[in-house]
């Protein structure tokens, strides 16, 4: 007995594939809101994910000390570089750290075999692989020999690598830095990929701090220093703590600014991702208000289509077509010009998202939850305004709707 | 219900009586029909003649149930159908009556066979079977090889006898013609009345035929002229 119902879906498609061009630009508004919504819950979350992923580079559990001038310059009063002194003092007067490396990051050409690549050296000491959780595809990190020997060792990134040795295995073999240095290769970090500003973060060579110094000297002071906090429930305390030391070694004034600044890049991540949580939830808005105008644009057209369909509504009223079966062959018209645009709008969403995960170099989400809102959403809006010309249809006088032309 | 042969006695099919239909224009009264009287056996055959604007349309449209009327009775088949919901409305439409217009009224897109069909589709008849008993349909017309045929590929006869077959789909009890010849030739017409008087017979059915041309209504077992909205003169067949 209900045959009109369980093929109410057959004949809608009957019925949309008769119009093909009107029906495709029908669902055009509606599949290109499904696409952005797909798309921009993917940016978001991806852009998010690699922001994560560049601090999880960091460590999150890490204070970063780095020089910082500020108003003391303006102010004439005196500024002082990281150095020894403030290492010595952390280590020896805090009671919150278990770590402190510092860091001095120079830009220098590295060479071997007649190839060159300018690349962004870091000197420090072995543990800043422990704190970046940074580990070793090949070789490991130089010790503390290497450190206390000066020795002439390098662990390179996996950019570098490419760069200079191709497929070959660097293990052992020499590089040149800097014109100078000549440093043996000892280990080769595992690859990270790009930052979220699209900074290579493999793209480094370590070096052992005190090599470094006998070459270009570090009285400059250090880069920054790295310091992580014996508990991650202490990271407050022992930001106090550090700025109290240092506030001493540096001789800075109660009550001025100092000349250093502390941060901790969990501070960063949160800040990120309050904001990033802010973009998504306005692009999920102005996605959402796509989709809308997806859904006045295919009730305008099943209006016409109800309109110019009359005299057809008449028609099938006059032969005893209930307005309830009428009703339903419209309402699953609409409902099939969603599910076209929404099938449409989620492998467009799909390859845009692909797309700029690509160019960005983000991690590439395929996100459900957004998939099924869209999808949601899509069929929700369908239902509704496909509702309004079903709905008209099915009102329609049988006598008045014969009459028409 | 399949028609019964020589029932006992003459059972009445339509039965209506002081049918009225009002509508207002511009805030004014239009009297279209003024109190109709009208008892139509089963197996019987009116022709329903007028000048234009007397109220054939309007009568005929009631007694399809396509409209309610003012005031009145109206007895379909032995059920009181004066007062019905538009849903219940469709339902006696679909089950009980089967109208043939002047103009055809084929749906463009659709083939002969889905046009006979589509009755059967909105009384749940699976696809199968409703295209089966409207290819059926289609033969007892004489349009046994053009099944597939759009309407624009078919001649106004075959149009007509297309509209004939879906008439009878849902084994009707009331056949409703308005001028069903109307828009033929006099060769197509006088084929296409053949046709439905033929399948009248044969299935009894009751058969109500609006036209202006004398020489069809003396086909019927009796005349009724309107004139005004009101039934001026009935005449029975010569015998």
Redesign the interface.
């Known amino acids: ?4 119902r369980s ?1 109410g879906p057959r004949s809608a498609v009957q019925v949309l594939a ?1 119009y093909p061009g009107r029906s495709a630009l029908t669902v055009l508004g509606l599949a290109i809101g499904v696409a952005a919504f797909i798309a921009m819950v993917s940016f978001g979350e991806g852009a998010r994910l690699s922001v994560l992923a560049q601090f999880q580079t960091l460590g999150t559990n890490l204070l970063v000390v780095t020089p910082w001038a500020g108003q003391r310059q303006a102010l004439q009063q005196p500024t002082q570089p990281l150095t020894d002194l403030d290492v010595t003092a952390l280590r020896r007067e805090s009671t919150t750290l278990a770590d402190v490396v510092p860091v001095v990051r120079l830009e220098q050409d590295t060479a071997r075999d007649g190839l060159h690549h300018w690349i962004r050296l870091q000197a420090t000491l072995p543990a800043f692989a422990r704190l970046h959780q940074w580990s070793l595809s090949a070789g490991g990190m130089f010790d503390g020999v290497d450190v206390a020997q000066r020795a002439k060792v390098c662990v390179l990134g996996a950019t570098p690598v490419r760069a200079l040795f191709g497929d070959s295995d660097p293990l052992g073999e020499v590089v040149t830095i800097g014109g100078v240095l000549l440093c043996r290769v000892v280990g080769v970090l595992a690859p990270k990929g790009y930052s979220t500003g699209g900074d290579d973060i493999d793209d480094l060579i370590l070096l052992p701090i005190t090599t470094f110094d006998a070459y270009w000297g570090t009285a400059a002071g250090y880069s920054r220093l790295e310091l992580q906090p014996s508990r991650a429930a202490l990271m407050d305390a022992a930001k106090g703590e550090v700025t109290e030391i240092l506030f001493r070694t540096h001789r800075i004034d109660e009550g001025q600014e100092g000349d250093f600044h502390v941060t901790s890049p969990l501070e960063v991540v949160r800040a990120v991702e309050k904001t990033s949580g802010i973009l998504t939830g306005l692009l999920r808005g102005i996605a959402a208000v796509s989709l809308l105008v997806g859904g006045i644009g295919i009730m305008n057209i099943q209006l016409v289509s109800v309109a110019e369909r009359t ?2 509504i ?12 009428i009703l339903s062959q419209f309402l699953w018209e609409g409902l099939a010009l969603t599910v076209v645009g929404a099938a449409a709008g989620i492998a467009l969403g799909l390859a845009i998202a692909s797309a700029t995960a690509e160019v960005m170099h983000w991690p590439r989400v395929i996100s459900a939850s957004g998939i099924a809102g869209a999808t949601g959403f899509a069929l929700g809006v369908g239902l509704v305004f496909g509702f309004l010309p079903a709905r008209r249809a099915a009102g329609l006088d ?2 008045e709707a ?1 009459r028409h032309e | 219900m399949p028609p019964v042969e020589e029932a006992p006695a003459p059972e009445l099919v339509v039965d209506a009586e002081g049918l009225c239909k009002r509508y207002r224009f511009g805030g004014e009264d239009v009297g279209v029909l003024a109190g109709v009287d009208l008892k139509i056996g089963a197996g019987e055959v009116v022709a329903l003649r007028g000048p234009s604007g007397s109220g054939k349309s309007t009568l005929l ?1 009631l007694l ?1 149930c ?2 309610r009327p003012s005031a009145g009775r109206y007895v379909l088949a032995g059920c009181d159908v004066s007062a019905l919901s ?2 219940a409305q ?2 006696v ?3 009980y ?1 089967g ?1 043939v ?1 002047q103009s055809f ?5 659709a083939t002969a066979v889905e046009n006979v069909a ?2 059967l ?7 199968k079977r ?1 295209e089966d008993m409207a290819r059926a349909l289609l033969d007892q017309v004489g349009l046994g090889n053009r099944h597939a045929h759009l309407p624009a590929q078919l001649s106004g006869g075959q149009c007509q006898r297309v509209a004939i077959a ?2 009878l789909a ?1 084994n009707p009890r009331l056949l409703l013609a308005d001028e069903p010849t109307g828009a033929l030739d006099s060769r197509n017409g006088a084929e296409v009345l053949q046709v439905m008087l033929d399948l009248q017979r044969r299935q009894r059915l009751t058969m109500v035929l609006v036209t202006h041309d004398p020489a069809i209504a003396k086909l019927a077992d009796r005349q009724v002229h309107l004139l005004d909205g009101r039934v001026v003169e009935t005449e029975a067949r010569a015998a």
């Open positions: 007995m209900t045959a009109w093929e008769r005299r057809e008449g028609i099938r009223a006059a032969i005893g077509a209930s307005p309830a079966q049988p006598i014969l | 449209n399809g396509l409209d538009r849903a469709a339902w439409r679909l089950h009556v109208f217009f009224n084929l749906i463009a897109h589509l009755p589709y909105y009384s749940g008849v699976p696809r409703r879906r008439a849902c």
